[in-house]
């Protein structure tokens, strides 16, 4: 009895080892956290007599829902009969170590939606985008890589303002929102001397960087040093600049004075917009896609939320923000229609290119301009926008002047350690020596 | 007979090159090219990946995280795991029972625990709110590097003590009882019984502890992967987390394949002095 017993725990260990070596993707539900696929069928740009089956990346947030990619990719099925979609989600963190997983093993989507950038200068990986798709776009949105254009854009994302709650605001005796960074900290004075913690982030190096980072730094930068990322590439230039040091100095400063709120370090991104929703912080320097967000939450917040642009030293001139492109798989077997589906998707569709951007607060980039009616809070983020100048985010850039692959989450981590108090000059030495390191292999 | 134990072990011996001794071979080859894991056409480059590593200071920084994090949880978890042994083995009719309690942690998932903890951590988390009940500042455990590694130090401690407890308690349960009597005939105190009894008869659960807890702290990864990523900054990146960004983040996998093989060979170095040791210390029983 205990033989048979033993042969069997035995037989049935072996089949659980030999059924997890190889997985095929079959039709199943959708899960936001692991990046599953929405519809059947495996494989990549399987053709049969008929259909051509495409993948196609969709990423997941609050807006970006596994029902909104079900209802997207059947929209592109009924006015494409040629076609089949098939919507892989990209998880909702360590969305890049994701999609490199998925390309080395040979197994990445046809289309590439978000972080297209990843592979851009990988040579060979992207099929260059057709020239009659280009002439439909700004020709200022358009990015090179060595003369060729390989991604194709799709949207421009407005980075980040100063979401704040009024409320506080008013508590505290700010009856105007700040325009120079001078009459910032001087409005996170008056926070902290209410008892109010005026700013709230999270542990993920990404988040703290960013906020300042694409609406202060990089403009910074970019005044002073409108060639830099190409001077940078040349070896003209250097992270560690004076420029670059005296605005992360001031960055440093918020740490220095307490005016992060002291929980923030344990928060997820998540979280961390939860918790201001609660009223626990009186600003979050977040991005575009938190109005539509705000405008859609079944239960809001018990206090007004307004948005500022958050001041550079001299003033409001800049806006951080990002060109989001699309690219298809050079090994893709059909790139022809892989291609045929992006232009359905930007151009010729603009209902579904309206709700796509509409989602996150996204501008289109199509020389046609798309709008969208916009909700309540949507509405004042864009207001506040007009008249200023577009800073390109640097780890979202793609074309020649794009960061190597990796530098991005080293340079947003260095910002998060210079939050934490570590010496900036060293930061920004280490920043160069990466750099060098990355860009020579 | 012989034919047919061989037949009997291949299987096991398949799968055992085909997902261990293979990728280690690859992991090697790689470790001496600029491989980025997306394209085939990259280069060998020689020993440069490792002259790199002695001069990174992220890694440099790394290293000194996973042997400070190593070094303090083995001492604890040997030590506390030892005496708890000791206790469980008094404990009669309650043994079995708490040492169920005890081993619980070992057969939960790593990345469950660190969730968990994670949230019993938060600033806004269960810890927090009791302290606040009693009149205490909330604690920040992940904002500052030392309270962050002592956060994954205590983990670690929590989620691995039972393990040992257990190696402990069995070799506890082989010393011959005699040897107790002799040592009371010879007037020994507990004190005596101890050191002359139970720490020589018990030196290879001590061997097997040490090397197992040393192996583990070193390539530590899931607690500060999900507890702080790694952060601060790059404050409580520990050497496997270091090879996981640096391969698969930065699209360095020849030079992540030389970091994890100089950890290869420092496990393997500790393990064989380690060992060498410990053989010196066992007594025949």
Redesign the interface.
Known sequence: MKRVISLCVALSL?GS?LAACGSQETAADTSASTGTTVAAASGSAETNAKKVNIKMEGITSPTYTAQFWDEYKKTIEKDNPDVTIEMVLAPGTDR??WI??K??AGDAPDIITADSET?SN????YAEVPADLLENVQDTAISRVNGKVIVMPASLQIKSQAYYNKKMFADAGITEVPKTWDEFIQACDKLKAKNFAPLIGC???WFEAFGYATAVLQPDVIDAKPNFLSDLKEGKEKWNNPVMSDSLKRFQELTRKGYWY??????SYT?AVD?FFKGTAAIILNGSWMAPQIDGLEQKPDFEIGIFPIPQTTGVKSIGATTGTWAVLASSKAVDQAWKVVKYCIVDNQELYKKYLQNDNLLSVTKTPVTYESTPTVALFNKNIEGLQPVMDFPGLAGDNAL????G??YN??I???S?G?DVSKVLD?MD?EYQ??TS? | MKKRSILFALPAFLIYTALMVIPMLIVFFFSVTNYNGMTSNFRFVGIKNFIELITDDRFINASKMTFIITLVVVIVVNILGLILAILLDKAKSFTNLFRSIFFIPVLMSSVAISFAWNALLSYTGVINTVISQFGFEPHDFFGVKSNAIACIIIVEIWRNLGFYMVIYLAHLQTVPKDLYEACTIDGGNTWDKFTNVTIPMIVPGITICTLLSVMNGLKLFDTPMILTGGGPGFDTETIVLTVFKRAFGSNEIGYGSAMSLMLFVTIVAISMIQLRISKKAEVEN
Do not use: C, H, N
């Not at chain 1, 990988?122 to 990986?125: I, M």
């Open positions: 072996m080892v890049m170590v490199k997983s390309y080395a592979f990988v040579e060979g990986a542990k993920e190096a002291k929980g923030s370090t344990s928060f979280q918790e190597p692959a990796g530098f989450d080293f981590t260095s998060q350690s210079i934490r570590t280490d020596k390191k990355l292999k």
